[in-house]
């Protein structure tokens, strides 16, 4: 078993992972100053989530079985003033998931037979948050 798995993916396992953060802040002679509006994307590629299982319970790294995609947007927005000369206030609400994107999702697979007509079990299940609004406040002196 040690060997057969030798060179093969630990799974679950993306091929590709990115993630892109942006924001743009009102600047101070702007009517919205202290506003900061931005967002956080992540993209996942398909995961490695199961190889093939021969009767004698060797893997077959050349057919594995993938589970989906994942694409997450987490958007967010906030306020900062300065309440006195030495404090300052900041508000931030923060959504992740946006999409609603909820679980649970499989992280392992396996085949039920070792024959023509197999099918895949997926199991392991990860389970994952749906919308989620975080409201965050700050006084920094």
């Given at each position: 078993l040690m060997t057969a798995r030798e060179g093969l993916?630990?799974?679950?396992?993306?091929?590709?992972?990115a993630r892109f953060?942006?924001?743009?802040?009102?600047?101070?002679?702007?009517?919205?100053?202290g506003l900061r509006l931005g967002t956080s994307v992540r993209w996942a590629s398909a995961p490695i989530i199961g190889y093939y299982k021969t009767a004698s319970s060797a893997y077959d790294g050349s057919r594995p079985y993938k589970g989906d995609e994942e694409f997450i947007v987490d958007p967010f927005i906030s306020y900062k003033r300065r309440l006195t000369k030495d404090i300052n206030w900041t508000i931030q609400l923060n959504i992740k998931n946006v999409f609603d994107e909820?679980?649970?999702?499989?992280?392992g697979a396996v085949n039920n037979i070792d024959g023509p007509d197999y099918e895949w079990i997926e199991f392991r299940n990860e389970a994952i948050?749906?919308?989620?609004?975080?409201?965050?406040?700050?006084?920094s002196f």
């Open positions: 993916q630990k799974f679950p396992s993306n091929k590709y992972v953060t942006g924001a743009y802040a009102f600047d101070n002679a702007h009517p919205l100053k909820h679980g649970p999702k499989p992280t948050d749906g919308r989620v609004f975080i409201l965050t406040n700050t006084l």
